[in-house]
């Protein structure tokens, strides 16, 4: 009885490493561990860049200033911000020439269901709720050092640019790299757990500081999870836009929440029915979403990611 082996696509060389002869990476799919964390690496050190640029801009300014004194206003937290986010852009061009495939397939720009959409809201709201109290505890018991809590504050006198910046910029960027190109091209030919925490632990790592580490991972675990059910970057880029909507501008529209948009205290703790209210929203929009998505999963994974699953299930 004869049988066909079929070859999945993700191990043929693709089209960008195909022309370089000397590319160590010649003939292997996109991405090697090895490049997802290079591509990782070389946004800290874009993040870097500009902290040493911002720290010698400040030396200068207290140098020059008659009573050594200088001060920061929001929009230079803003600017600061979007030239961070900037280093982005070139390890999203460089895997979208690698993947060697259209803008739609590489970065996963597919449809979702309606009702999809409605459960990630729902359910970021309430992940929202729940870190931000799981923050509280943390911040009580073992604090950890916070690199960027207080220029957040400044940035809020630049609401508009802390929008575009924090909310719009932020997750476009960083879920087109890490869900739409690294998580999407991971899941070609590993399994869904394994592409999902690899990702997940690089994205919290990319996100340098401290204090947003834990909290960076839970998010790319669950952003992760929401792409594997629908293939769809756009899913994940509204989940990150809904937390950090919520975690950047709550302050300016529900002041006074003890320990949700007051300034974070330990021992300082969220009302019960607020935890309560982000538990049942985390709930009902995991209900919703799952329920919107049970029949896309499979129809829309990759064909090698479907067979992987069916050899991992023998």
């Given at each position: 009885?004869e049988?066909?082996?079929k070859v999945?696509?993700?191990?043929?060389e693709?089209p960008?490493?195909?022309?370089?002869?000397w590319?160590?990476?010649?003939?292997?799919?996109?991405?090697?561990?090895?490049?997802?964390v290079?591509?990782?690496?070389?946004i800290?050190?874009g993040?870097?860049?500009?902290?040493v640029?911002a720290?010698?801009?400040?030396?200068?300014?207290?140098?020059?200033?008659?009573?050594?004194?200088?001060?920061?206003?929001?929009?230079?937290?803003?600017?600061?911000?979007?030239?961070?986010?900037?280093?982005?852009?070139?390890?999203?061009l460089?895997?979208?020439?690698?993947?060697?495939?259209?803008a739609?397939?590489?970065?996963?720009?597919?449809?979702?269901?309606?009702a999809?959409?409605?459960?990630?809201?729902?359910l970021s709201i309430?992940?929202?709720?729940?870190?931000?109290?799981m923050?509280?505890?943390?911040r009580t018991?073992?604090?950890?050092?916070?690199?960027?809590?207080?220029?957040?504050?400044?940035?809020?006198?630049?609401?508009?640019g802390?929008?575009?910046?924090?909310c719009?910029?932020?997750?476009?960027?960083?879920?087109?790299l890490?869900?739409?190109?690294?998580?999407?091209g991971?899941?070609?030919?590993?399994?869904?757990?394994?592409?999902?925490?690899?990702?997940a632990?690089?994205?919290?790592?990319?996100?340098?500081?401290?204090?947003q580490?834990?909290?960076?991972?839970?998010?790319?675990?669950?952003?992760?999870w929401l792409f594997?059910?629908?293939h769809s970057?756009?899913?994940?880029?509204?989940?990150?836009?809904?937390h950090?909507?919520?975690?950047?501008?709550?302050p300016?529209?529900?002041?006074?929440?003890?320990?949700?948009?007051?300034e974070p205290?330990?021992?300082?703790?969220?009302?019960l029915?607020?935890?309560?209210?982000?538990?049942?929203?985390?709930m009902?929009?995991?209900?919703?979403f799952?329920?919107?998505?049970?029949?896309?999963?499979a129809?829309?994974?990759p064909a090698?990611?479907?067979e992987?699953?069916?050899?991992?299930?023998?």
């Amino acid at each position: 009885m004869e049988t066909s082996v079929k070859v999945p696509p993700a191990v043929e060389e693709t089209p960008g490493s195909a022309r370089i002869r000397w590319w160590p990476f010649r003939g292997k799919p996109f991405p090697t561990y090895l490049e997802a964390v290079l591509m990782t690496v070389s946004i800290m050190c874009g993040q870097a860049l500009v902290a040493v640029v911002a720290a010698i801009w400040l030396a200068v300014a207290l140098a020059v200033s008659e009573d050594h004194s200088v001060s920061i206003g929001g929009k230079t937290v803003v600017v600061l911000f979007g030239a961070s986010l900037a280093f982005m852009v070139p390890p999203i061009l460089w895997g979208l020439w690698r993947a060697g495939h259209p803008a739609r397939e590489a970065l996963g720009l597919r449809r979702a269901p309606a009702a999809a959409f409605l459960g990630t809201i729902t359910l970021s709201i309430g992940l929202n709720v729940c870190l931000s109290e799981m923050d509280n505890l943390i911040r009580t018991t073992c604090p950890l050092p916070n690199l960027v809590e207080d220029y957040m504050g400044i940035a809020l006198g630049a609401p508009v640019g802390m929008f575009v910046t924090v909310c719009v910029m932020a997750p476009v960027l960083e879920e087109s790299l890490f869900r739409g190109l690294i998580l999407n091209g991971l899941l070609k030919r590993r399994g869904p757990r394994k592409a999902i925490l690899v990702t997940a632990l690089l994205f919290a790592i990319g996100h340098v500081n401290p204090a947003q580490v834990l909290f960076a991972f839970l998010l790319g675990v669950v952003f992760g999870w929401l792409f594997l059910r629908t293939h769809s970057v756009w899913v994940a880029i509204l989940a990150h836009f809904t937390h950090n909507c919520m975690a950047a501008l709550s302050p300016l529209f529900a002041p006074g929440i003890p320990g949700a948009t007051t300034e974070p205290e330990p021992g300082v703790f969220q009302p019960l029915w607020l935890d309560l209210l982000g538990l049942a929203l985390l709930m009902a929009g995991m209900v919703i979403f799952a329920a919107a998505t049970s029949s896309r999963t499979a129809e829309h994974a990759p064909a090698d990611t479907r067979e992987e699953a069916c050899g991992d299930s023998r």
